[in-house]
């Protein structure tokens, strides 16, 4: 014994994203850095490792792989085993991979990492301003896979050969680029190019030539990482309105990317939490508050909100573009290439030719999207995302559950927002953003990522689960997909599924108490629901609280015309006639009253949504609803500066069903009354929404005595004003309270919620 310590080893068993992330090379540094010996392989779970030195070496190696890994990586799992050291080893080697080796997850498409902006400017680099370079670290992932194991040769970069140069990268454990598939260089890799409006090519410098076009205040279209983008100048109102007139896109509000945080914070306030995720290299638009409401940098024709969705460069072809030293504009506008409710266009033959008279240039390149992922949208809430949309930079990464009793189980989701869930073994596996399934192109969208999701991952469905509406296009899926495979299906309500949602978003599994509120879902009873109190867990759950139904004159129309609802509301609560003139004129008003009177063709519903519609019209006087969820987005907007607080009057009934309803028709009174005497907007809107707040507080006295963990989910809650408000009252009096972090409160998250009751259903 010459030694203090004797040596150990260890072997090892990681799972989670470990493979395709440079996680071998990062382990050979380590090794090598630690005086450790031994060696490592891909497995069909993940990665396997032997480790031989020092204890207390090996200690920090494995807290390293723990708490910092790849940027790529995501360590789930470690398993460690003592084992009897074997003595005379020389080094930390790489085996060959075992057989059968497939990656069960994949990585999502992240943004280029300090290393390789680094090479991007620098002159004496092979890859200086080159669009495409990527590393283990950075770069495509999923949206350029065709099949795993993930391997060149499953990837649209199969076309491309590798030069020697980046061959020898490639099978160099000491690089960065070592088995990193997408490695490419200007010799061999893909290539960007510039067309005019008419789709011919231009000679010279694309990028320069793009930002000659967006300088002159052209509309080009930019092909990214998972689709195809409409670009403009930011700063330039005359073509940010040309831009929403051929894009049919008049109200809803636009994103714009930044050239850097410096820009972001010229206009917008920026907490270090929200700059986290600016900066991370998932890259989703981050939903910020403008620094000015109204003014010059207040953007009012991107976004009427006093939020703007705000991302920074997430390829290296967009740090390139945005590079003010060449001629890049500050801030663009990005929103997605697509024809009125279609999805996302991929193809640059598609874009050229569907995009004639909309782009005046085009921006694309020779790498073929493979699977279509739209850009990420979440706000900071609670110190993590709070999603609007989880697609680019999380798809497909699953997210892992307390156990595997959600394997084979396959949900189809919603329909307005579509999305599914698929679970394999602990991982549930989530679509990208897909889009309303009622539009045929979508509805192919959809079927195309659950395919593909399925075959990827290595699913094998054993049960299906779907929304309780016989009408919606993903119902109708799951119905076909249950006769064709022979498989047993499960209905599911719309707000129960949210609210399981949101517990397995939040590993809940006991009894909760569910505030949900959302624009509709089908409920138990046949009517619509959407202002709901739910009592229960996965196995089953009873409708306590609701509100008051209203009716929508006209049905479906009085989605998009919310005057009419604004005219049943005053109508129900005995205020008529209203002050607002906008009401008193409405079109065919004489014959909705009639209507409402006669109660024909007047469907109800109990839909925070939907009174929010209603609201906004009184308050505002539009009468018109300009895009979904325009309602509770502008009301949140025009109560944020400090107005003074009032409370409505409110009041409940308890039915003969059992359900304690609360009921609108005192503070609809009352804030008519306000709006009569010219009381601001401002604090009409404001002193609603803090009724709807204390709305929820009351009915959580009544109806949730026992205090039970509360859930809070439903796109209603999109409106960050009144999740913030809800949770704080109920925090204060004592509840635990619930939101979503991992998945959206939107109808897109719900997939997941089917699934978590589903699992409980179909268990053994
Ligand atoms: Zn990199
Ligand atoms: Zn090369
Ligand atoms: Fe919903």
Redesign the pocket.
């Known amino acids: 014994m010459t030694r203090a310590s004797s040596p150990a080893r260890i072997h090892t068993e990681i799972t989670g994203i470990v493979q395709g992330v440079g996680f071998r090379p990062f382990l050979h540094r380590l090794a090598v850095r630690e005086q450790l010996t031994g060696w490592a392989r891909n497995t069909p779970a993940g990665v396997e490792l032997e480790l031989e030195g020092e204890e207390a070496a090996i200690r920090r190696f494995v807290q390293t792989v723990k708490t910092a890994p790849p940027p790529l990586a995501v360590v789930e799992e470690l398993h460690l085993h003592q084992v009897a050291p074997h003595g005379g080893e020389t080094g930390f080697v790489i085996l060959p991979s075992t057989a059968g080796t497939a990656a069960t997850l994949a990585a999502p498409d992240l943004a280029?990492?300090p290393?390789?902006l680094k090479e991007l400017y620098d002159p004496a680099d092979r890859r200086y301003r080159y669009p495409f370079?990527?590393?283990?670290?950075?770069?495509p992932r999923f949206s350029i896979l065709r099949a795993l194991p993930y391997d060149r040769a499953n990837t649209s970069m199969a076309d491309f050969a590798m030069c020697p140069d980046c061959a020898a990268e490639y099978s160099d454990i000491r690089s960065?680029r070592y088995h990193a598939q997408p490695d490419c260089c200007p010799v061999c890799g893909p290539k960007a190019f510039y067309l005019d409006g008419d789709g011919k090519q231009q000679e010279g410098d694309p990028i320069a030539l793009a930002q000659q076009a967006l300088a002159a205040g052209k509309i080009i279209a930019v092909k990214g990482t998972g689709g195809i983008h409409l670009a403009c100048d930011a700063r330039n109102e005359a073509a940010v309105r040309r831009l929403r007139r051929r894009k049919h896109r008049e109200e809803k509000p636009l994103a714009i990317l930044c050239r850097d945080l410096e820009t972001v914070e010229g206009f917008c306030s920026v907490t270090d939490e929200e700059q986290r995720l600016l900066q991370s290299p998932r890259r989703p638009i981050v939903l910020l508050e403008k620094r000015h409401f109204h003014g010059p940098e207040s953007f009012s024709c991107l976004s009427e909100n006093h939020r703007i969705g705000v991302m920074l460069p997430y390829t290296p072809l967009h740090v390139l573009l945005a590079d003010g030293s060449f001629g890049g504009p500050a801030a663009m506008v990005m929103t997605s290439a697509n024809l009125p409710g279609c999805p996302v266009m991929l193809d640059n033959a598609e874009a050229v030719a569907g995009l004639h008279g909309v782009a005046d240039g085009f921006l694309l390149h020779d790498r073929p999207i493979v699977n279509r992922c739209d850009d990420s949208l979440a706000a900071v809430w609670q110190g993590r995302e709070y999603f609007f949309r989880r697609s680019r930079g999380y798809a497909p990464q699953p997210l892992t559950m307390p156990d595997a009793s959600a394997d084979g189980i396959l949900a189809f989701g919603a329909e307005q927002k579509g999305g599914f869930a698929a679970g394999k073994a602990r991982h549930v596996f989530l679509s990208q953003h897909i889009g309303d399934l009622k539009n045929a192109e979508t509805l192919d969208h959809y079927r195309t990522a659950l395919q593909t999701c399925l075959r990827l991952f290595g699913v094998r469905p054993r049960a299906l689960v779907c929304d309780l509406h016989p009408e919606y296009f993903s119902t109708a899926e799951a119905k076909r997909a249950a006769s064709a495979m022979q498989l047993p299906l499960l209905q599911v309500q719309h707000h129960w599924a949210h609210m399981a949602a949101c517990m397995a978003d939040n590993r809940l599994d006991g009894r909760v108490f569910g505030i949900v509120w959302d624009g509709t879902g089908l409920g138990t009873d046949g009517n619509i629901w959407g202002g709901e109190f739910l009592l229960g867990d996965l196995h089953s759950f009873r409708q306590v609280g609701s509100i008051r139904t209203i009716a929508l004159p006209g049905g479906d129309a009085a989605v998009r015309q919310i005057g009419r609802t604004a005219l049943s509301l005053a109508w129900d609560a005995g205020v008529l006639p209203i002050p607002m003139p906008q009401l008193q004129t409405l079109p065919g008003r004489e014959t909705l009253l009639a209507m409402l009177e006669k109660d024909i063709r007047c469907p109800k519903a109990s839909s925070i949504g939907r009174l929010f519609d209603g609201v906004y019209a009184l308050i505002t006087g539009r009468t018109q609803a300009g895009y979904d969820g325009q309602a509770p987005a502008l009301l949140e907007a025009l109560a944020e500066p400090e107005t003074a607080g009032r409370i409505y009057p409110t009041a409940y009934q308890t039915g003969t069903d059992g359900v304690r309803r609360f009921d609108t028709r005192p503070m609809i009174a009352a804030l008519s009354t306000d709006l009569a005497e010219g009381v601001p907007a401002a604090a009409v809107a404001r002193g609603f929404m803090d009724t709807l707040c204390r709305m929820a507080l009351e009915q959580c006295r009544a109806l949730n005595p026992d205090k039970l963990p509360v859930v809070v989910a439903g796109g209603v809650f999109l409106n960050l004003y009144l999740l913030r408000g809800v949770t704080r009252l109920l925090e204060a009096e004592g509840y635990t309270v619930y939101s979503h972090h991992r998945v959206s409160t939107c109808d897109e998250g719900i997939a997941l919620g089917q699934l978590a009751i589903a699992a409980r259903h179909f268990h053994q």
């Open positions: 280029p990492c290393a390789c370079l990527n590393c283990t670290d950075c770069g960065r």
